[in-house]
């Protein structure tokens, strides 16, 4: 992991929640290298203990809110709570996107937003 060109980005998330670390590190270079986001950068979660990723979609215009995304493992146990603390360590977004990684390095976003939201018709 340390030879990775991403490494030295996330260094400081990744020795201080090393329980998150993995997720942390596979989520990071999905956006970056495989969904191509532009101005992503790391987030510090102390709520969470955990880091997240802050950029934006390849389809969406400059001036375009960034989208956060939440890394965790499948393994994990997630709760209201922790989701809570999320919103409020990111300073309440409209949604974030939930990454979860397995061990086989695949990736299932869902997103998730505050409240009961509509869906789109």
């Not at 997720?23 to 290298?33: G, R, W």
């Not at 922790?82 to 990736?107: C, G, H, M, V, Y």
Request: aromatic share 10%; hydrophobic share 40%.
């Amino acid at each position: 992991m340390e030879a990775h060109p991403s490494y030295p980005v996330l260094a400081s998330l990744l020795a201080k929640y090393p329980r998150a670390a993995g997720a942390l590190f596979q989520t990071y270079n999905d956006i970056l290298f495989s969904q191509q986001w532009t101005d992503v950068q790391p987030l510090d979660l102390p709520a969470c203990s955990r880091g997240a990723v802050k950029g934006r979609k390849p389809a969406s215009n400059s001036d375009a809110e960034p989208s956060c995304v939440v890394p965790c493992s499948m393994a994990e146990t997630m709760s209201i709570s922790w989701l809570q603390d999320a919103f409020r360590d990111l300073e309440n977004p409209k949604e974030i996107f939930l990454a979860i990684t397995t061990e086989d390095a695949s990736i299932v976003y869902y997103k998730i937003s505050q409240g009961i939201v509509k869906p789109p018709v």
